[in-house]
Nanobody, 117 residues
């Protein structure tokens, strides 16, 4: 059973920083792309950032220059460093991992990020 465990969410003031982590466990095969998505109330889940095993990244325009995605292949972990946070970044952030050998992607349970003064 593949599981994704997220951590690092919380309440932060505008202009502050948070670092999200997500570790995958239970896979017999290597993990391909990993990424972060977010969903605000009343909105669809949207891509924030994705990263390949080779370190190629895809960052949403709305967070480009403020958020950085990275991963530790050996630890099956992906990180999202979020700087200069804005109230509009408030959402539930979900980790995603694509495992091609299983033919599907997996999701974490989500972690709340709230940006408010």
């Amino acid at each position: 059973q593949v599981q994704l465990a997220e951590s690092g969410g919380g309440l932060v003031q505008p202009g502050g920083s948070l670092r999200l982590s997500c570790t995958a466990s239970g896979s017999r095969f290597r993990i391909n792309d990993m990424g972060w998505y977010r969903q605000a109330p009343g909105n669809q889940r949207k891509l924030v950032a994705r990263i390949t095993r080779d370190g190629i990244t895809n960052i949403a325009d709305s967070v480009k220059g403020r958020f950085t995605i990275s991963r530790d292949i050996a630890k099956n972990t992906v990180y999202l460093q979020m700087n200069s946070l804005k109230p509009e970044d408030t959402a539930v952030y979900y980790c995603n991992a694509d495992i091609q050998a299983y033919g599907r992607a997996y999701w974490g349970q989500g972690t709340q990020v709230t940006v408010s003064s």
